[in-house]
């Protein structure tokens, strides 16, 4: 079984054209698809991109979810979305970015606990990484993007190498990312609560 380390390597390497289509993409990973486009889609979440990426690399996360949730076996995508091109350059970053760690990880993966991979187990997989995707897509400060990004990176992972340890992971790690942001959510609305006075907020047309 290849490796996912070895399947981004192969995604980019020896790639002469300046663009690539996320339809070619998705053509060239074939079944292993889902868990790669996971990776690709949510790595760069790690590094610094370009402006407005994150809300594109939500949506394309979002995609992937829900066809999660309709349990398919191949991942479908609008011909209008599969002409979308990604620079070449930028692919091959972001694989050289992710190759290094994921090896390291690669060392303690295996096949366990399969069942969590396995199709039947994609509809609460789907839910979770809808709302992860969700949050990735707000400017959320001080905690950005990273713990959503870290946990749809490892269940993506965990699917490729059928491990469902690392899936379980990324499930643990997103539902702490949930409660993480709602805590936030919260203490800066308190704080708003507490510095504006209610003259103020009663004053609001809403």
Do not use: C
């Amino acid at each position: 079984m290849q490796r996912t380390s070895e399947i981004l390597e192969r995604l980019v390497e020896n790639e002469t054209a300046e663009t690539l289509t996320l339809g070619e993409i998705v053509l060239r990973l074939r079944a292993r698809s889902f868990g790669v486009l996971l990776i690709l889609f949510a790595a760069p979440m790690l590094i610094p991109t370009p402006p407005g990426f994150s809300t594109v690399a939500a949506a394309l996360i979002v995609l992937v979810a829900f066809q999660f949730l309709v349990m398919r076996r191949s991942l479908w995508m609008p011909r209008r979305l599969a002409r979308r091109t990604v620079r070449t350059d930028f692919l091959q970053r972001v694989v050289a970015w992710t190759v290094p760690k994921l090896k390291r990880i690669e060392r303690w993966s295996r096949p366990r606990a399969v069942s969590i991979t396995r199709l039947r187990a994609r509809r609460p997989l789907g839910v979770l990484i809808l709302i992860l995707a969700a949050i990735m897509a707000l400017p959320i400060p001080v905690v950005g993007n990273t713990p959503p990004a870290i946990a749809i990176v490892l269940m993506g992972f965990g699917m490729i190498e059928r491990d469902g340890a690392f899936v379980g992971a990324g499930v643990t790690v997103g539902i702490l990312a949930i409660g993480l942001i709602a805590g936030l959510g919260l203490g800066l609305t308190a704080a708003f609560e507490a510095f504006v006075p209610a003259s103020w907020l009663a004053a609001l047309p809403f």
